[in-house]
């Protein structure tokens, strides 16, 4: 127990005189959360438009405020026909140009029938559809209003609610994606590289020579980042509830041991990318390609999974970070319970469980 | 107990290059042990497989009686270890370095001021410099120390002096002697033959092989050639004029002199100064020498190299 407690004070000495280990363990989570929450966003707010108004009747110009009160659409340009869309999409500030048929409103009334056109700028595809999709909310809220009171033959009213999301925020998916994301690089990336150093410096040759057995060599790298790596599940859950307003609509508890067993299995994995390589570069490339981009890329942090190719998604099954933020999500957004999210629980627990006896087996008790 | 080193047949080899040739080896109890030989020697290897971090190919190695590879446990508590790369944590001071070494071996500095005492005096003033940023005869002070700290019966010191000054080269050297005299048995590494004096007996390697073992008295008596010690203005003309010479059976470059043996057991040294002259190098210096070490192993390297 004595030697225990040496060997994580020396972890300790080594985390907290090495800068580049405190920025990464405890300066990058909190960017990382910010960034994702204010500034990458996918909510509208603002988007430049342009009107093509052949009609120029009350309708119009009743719909256009609609439009721009509703504070996703700016209106920044009345454009006289379709031949200048072409070139405002090119200089690209505009994304979208709204254009009325001539004879809007007398079509509206008379014919009970009149047509816009969108044009959007598709460039940016998410972001087009995203906007017109909004704006066909608009005008048909337009239209609903307008027949309100008229008997209309046949007609489906649509009522739409958002579970779990009621505003559609985005840091409502960031926050357990950054989760996955800051644990798996603190504790993957911080204990392959913290082992790497000691092969690279040579004091792994001393520390075998000594009576110390590999599982407590194990250990003593291990504990201060499953201890820091904790930390960094408290701060970012309770950054994205204090500042971005995310709940825990479950079990607090369950989501902390949720995060430890997502933790365990992060470091296990750490362990194992230390004991194929020998030096820090090797750990640090190897926990940024294997684990980084799979992690942002194919857990369904960002990109939805069931929009991927066939193979991905074979893939991205492997990828624990998808597992666990499933878990995250159900606990934290929709309040589910462990009867819920045992099944992905069981899988963590099997990845740790391989992970930990893969490292254990290929941990040297020598040189070679 | 007997602390003895005891090798048989040790074979060792990385892929196609074979470091190791079946060394045989016995270390006494208590001796100050030199293995002397250049870079690529197999001294790092031997040192390695002592220390129970690699595995040999063939043949076995007991140290305090405690088989190489299934008792590698045993081993690892009575053994102290000195890597040829400093190799303790640079960001740690001096102090807490010696205080984790200490609690690895389940022991406390304070336990163990005996045997460190004369090179810890050395060290103490700047026990709260980190260790990186000690200078090269301080950072092998402090790993001698922490070597020491659970008081090794068998203590392996793999160039312990290798780019340290000559001050404390000489100095490290006197600590050994100190060490000696409290009855470890010590092996040491080293490139420099000049060091070699200053053990008890010594083992010359070259590319894996032990070519002698002796104290380094019994080398240097063991060269039976007259050895000349030549110098000349130009020291490189001068070289290949000797190594141009018929009757040559050595000669090798020693700093500003070059030293010489001739195959002839009774020859004339004024030969030699007549075709020295003829090649129009009048002023040459010769005297003849005791053999170093170094000749000797030179004499013996290419001994070897002959009869492959």
């Known amino acids: 127990m004595k030697r225990f407690i040496g060997f994580l004070k020396k972890e300790f000495y080594h985390i907290f005189r090495d800068k580049r280990s405190m920025l990464i363990l405890f300066g990058m989570p909190i960017v990382q959360l910010l960034l994702f929450g204010f500034v990458i966003t996918n909510d509208l707010k603002d988007v430049k438009m342009a009107v093509v108004d052949h009609s120029k009747d009350e309708y119009t110009s009743e719909i256009i405020n609609k439009i721009t009160s509703s504070g996703y659409f700016k209106l920044v340009k009345s454009l006289d026909g379709i031949a200048q869309v072409d070139e405002l999409f090119r200089k690209g500030e505009t994304k979208l140009v709204l254009v009325f048929e001539p004879d809007f409103g007398k079509n509206f009334i008379k014919g009970s029938k009149a047509s816009v056109q969108i044009l959007t700028d598709a460039s940016e595809p998410n972001m087009a559809s995203l906007e017109v999709n909004y704006l066909q909310g608009i005008l048909q809220n337009y239209n609903l209003e307008i027949n309100r009171g008229k008997i209309v033959p046949s007609q489906i009213s649509t009522q739409t609610r958002m579970y779990f999301n009621p505003n559609m925020e985005s840091v409502y998916m960031f926050v357990p994606g950054i989760m996955a994301t800051i644990l798996m690089l603190v504790s993957a990336m911080m204990t392959s590289i913290s082992i790497a150093r000691e092969k690279e410096m040579g004091t792994m040759e001393i520390l075998l020579v000594s009576p110390l057995r590999p599982l407590q060599i194990i250990l003593g790298k291990v504990t201060p980042y499953l201890f820091l790596s904790f930390i960094n599940a408290l701060v970012i859950v309770g950054m994205g509830y204090f500042v971005f307003g995310v709940p825990v609509l479950g079990s607090f508890a369950l989501l902390m041991a949720e995060s430890l067993l997502f933790i365990l299995m992060a470091l296990s994995l750490g362990i194992f990318i230390s004991t194929v390589s020998d030096s820090q570069q090797v750990a640090m490339m190897l926990s940024m390609f294997a684990l980084m981009l799979p992690t942002i890329l194919l857990s369904g942090f960002i990109f939805p999974l069931r929009n991927m190719p066939v193979p991905l998604q074979i893939i991205s099954h492997i990828i624990p970070p998808r597992w666990f933020i499933i878990i995250i999500k159900n606990i934290m957004l929709k309040g589910s319970g462990f009867e819920f999210v045992w099944k992905e629980t069981l899988i963590l627990i099997g990845m740790t469980a391989g992970f930990i006896g893969l490292s254990v087996k290929k941990f040297k008790i020598r040189l070679e | ?308």
């Open chain 2, 1 to 308: 107990m007997n602390s003895t080193v005891s090798i048989n047949n040790l074979s060792k080899s990385y892929g196609d290059v074979s470091a190791l040739k079946e060394i045989n080896l016995n270390i006494k109890s208590g001796e100050l042990f030199g293995l002397i030989g250049p870079d690529g020697a197999g001294k790092t290897t031997l040192f390695r497989l002592l220390a129970t971090l690699l595995l040999p190919d063939s043949g076995s190695a007991a140290l305090c009686g405690f088989e190489m590879v299934k008792e590698y446990r045993h081993i690892r508590n009575i053994l102290g270890y000195m890597p040829g790369k400093f190799s303790l944590y640079q960001d740690l001071t001096v102090l807490e370095n010696l205080n984790f070494f200490a609690t690895v071996f389940n022991t406390r500095i304070e336990d163990n001021m005996d045997m460190i005492r004369d090179i810890w005096v050395q060290i103490e003033p700047f026990k709260d410099r980190p260790a990186g940023k000690l200078s090269g005869g301080m950072k092998q002070k402090l790993a001698l120390c922490c070597a020491l700290i659970h008081q090794p019966k068998i203590l392996l010191l793999d160039e312990p002096t290798t780019g340290v000054d000559a001050v404390s080269r000489s100095e490290f050297w006197q600590m050994l002697k100190g060490l000696k005299s409290k009855g470890i048995t010590i092996v040491v590494a080293t490139p420099y033959m000049d060091e070699a004096n200053l053990c008890e007996r010594v083992a010359l390697m070259q590319s894996g092989e032990i070519l002698s073992l002796d104290s380094p008295s019994g080398i240097i008596a063991s060269f039976e050639k007259d050895l000349y010690s030549f110098e000349a203005k130009d020291t490189y003309q001068l070289l290949l004029n000797l190594r141009a010479y018929p009757f040559v059976n050595s000669v090798f470059l020693f700093g500003q002199s070059v030293h010489y043996t001739d195959v002839r057991d009774d020859f004339v040294l004024s030969d030699l100064k007549d075709y020295l002259k003829s090649k129009g190098q009048d002023h040459v210096e010769i005297k003849q020498i005791a053999a170093g070490i170094e000749d000797c192993f030179m004499a013996l390297s290419q001994q070897n190299t002959v009869q492959k």
